[in-house]
Structures are given as structure tokens and as C-alpha cells.
């Protein structure tokens, strides 16, 4: 429902290539066995594999809790004491007309590739909720997201802060096809440095960064579909 990703999405694999086995158990309990590539980066950092158990749980059509760890190396040391460690929490519970759902991760590895070979962690948290205020064909929905992300070493965005996050939003459809989406959004980093650009600070190391970034969004979405030849035998 929202037009802006969470800063959460910065710290978990955006897609896994491996193989994945999954058992149900009565229906609403299913456990899962991954072995994976590795973390998604712009470089592959070793040829190990990492792996991740899962679990899931669907109480119904509309409630379901997943719970996810992930262990593996993700550094170019494949020693034990190395592997990163993380796990993702995550619930969903869905209305026609009501949704809410949330996320709570919390990850750390040992960078022994620094004197000492210090632990470094992170944890982030997210509500997504999203409501119907009118219509049914031509609808209004509303969306709100707080955001709470702790970077205490700077594991994830180079510098040690907690960034807390707010998107507000409210989606249009005009017609089936036609969707206007208009999104304010508030950040706050509490690194004393600040870490948004802004004026002439462009660069992450440069002076007169902000501590705080207010943004709107204007976002118009269409589909238009036309059947050329002629109808389907």
C-alpha cells in the first residue's frame, strides 16, 4: 500500500537462489529447510552456501506468523566464527476493508577482518497498517508505516544510528485501471553528524548533512490493455 520501501529492506536478501524443502504439518504448520547462495551484494564474497530455517504458521485465511534464521558465511573468512547470524519475524492480518502486519529483524556477525574482530549488529522493526475509507470499485485506502531501525556498529549505513521512520499514505483508484498515490514520508537519523543530503552536502562524509528529511510523493499508475486479432478459439 505504501509508495516508499522500508529501510529495513537494506538488510535482508532481496531474492534467494538455492533449494528449498518444506514439510506441512496439520495443515497450519509448515517447517523448511534452505540452502542458498549467500546474501545478496554486489560481489559474491565466498563459494559457500548459507542456510536458513523457517517456520509458518496459518491460523486461518486471515492471520499468519512466519518465523526465519539464517546462518551462514557471508565474508570472505568461511571460519565458523565468522558466519552472520539473523533472524526475521513477520505476521499478517488481513480484512477486506483492514490489514496490518509487521516485522521485526535482528542480525549480527563478527567482523574479523577488523583488530579485535567485533560483533556488529542491527535490529529494525515495522507496523504496516492499511485501511478502506471509501468505495468499493472507486476506492480510498489509507496507509500508515512507523519504522524503527538501530544500526548500532553501522553494519548497514556505514555510521552508527537509529533511524526512525513514518510514511503516511493515501491511494486513489479513479477507475480499475487508473491508481493515484500521493505519500508524505518523515526520516530522523540520531548520528549527531546527520545522514540525508541536503544543499551542497552530497557526499557521505561531507559537512551539513540532515538529521531529519521530510518528502512527498505524487505517484500515478495506469494500465491500458488492447486485444489485437481476433477472439481466442
Not at 505504501?2 to 536478501?13: A, E, F, G, H, I
Not at 557471508?74 to 526475521?88: G, N, T, V
Amino acid at each position: 500500500m505504501d509508495y516508499t520501501v522500508t529501510w529495513q529492506l537494506n538488510s535482508v536478501p532481496y531474492y534467494l537462489s538455492g533449494v528449498k524443502l518444506a514439510q506441512t504439518l496439520r495443515d497450519r504448520h509448515q517447517v523448511q529447510l534452505w540452502i542458498v547462495n549467500g546474501w545478496q551484494l554486489l560481489a559474491d564474497n565466498n563459494k559457500a552456501p548459507s542456510v536458513m530455517l523457517g517456520y509458518t504458521f496459518t491460523a486461518s485465511e486471515r492471520f499468519n506468523l512466519g518465523e526465519y534464521v539464517w546462518i551462514g558465511p557471508e565474508q570472505a573468512d568461511m571460519r565458523p566464527r565468522a558466519w552472520r547470524l539473523f533472524s526475521d519475524t513477520q505476521f499478517t492480518y488481513n480484512t477486506e476493508k483492514f490489514g496490518v502486519s509487521g516485522v521485526f529483524d535482528v542480525g549480527a556477525d563478527p567482523r574479523t577482518d577488523l583488530p579485535l574482530s567485533p560483533w556488529q549488529m542491527w535490529m529494525n522493526g515495522a507496523v504496516f497498517t492499511r485501511w478502506r475509507v471509501l468505495g468499493e470499485a472507486r476506492t480510498w485506502d489509507m496507509a500508515l508505516r512507523p519504522e524503527l531501525f538501530w544500526d548500532r556498529d553501522g553494519r548497514m549505513f556505514g555510521v552508527p544510528q537509529t533511524l526512525v521512520s513514518a510514511a503516511f499514505t493515501n491511494n486513489f483508484r479513479v477507475f480499475n485501471n487508473l491508481l493515484l498515490r500521493v505519500e508524505y514520508r518523515y526520516d530522523h537519523s540520531t548520528n549527531r553528524h546527520g545522514f540525508f543530503y541536503r544543499g551542497g552536502a552530497i557526499a557521505d562524509d561531507a559537512t551539513g548533512l540532515a538529521r531529519d528529511q521530510h518528502t512527498l510523493f505524487f505517484s500515478v499508475a495506469g494500465v491500458f490493455a488492447h486485444r489485437f486479432g481476433g477472439r481466442p478459439s
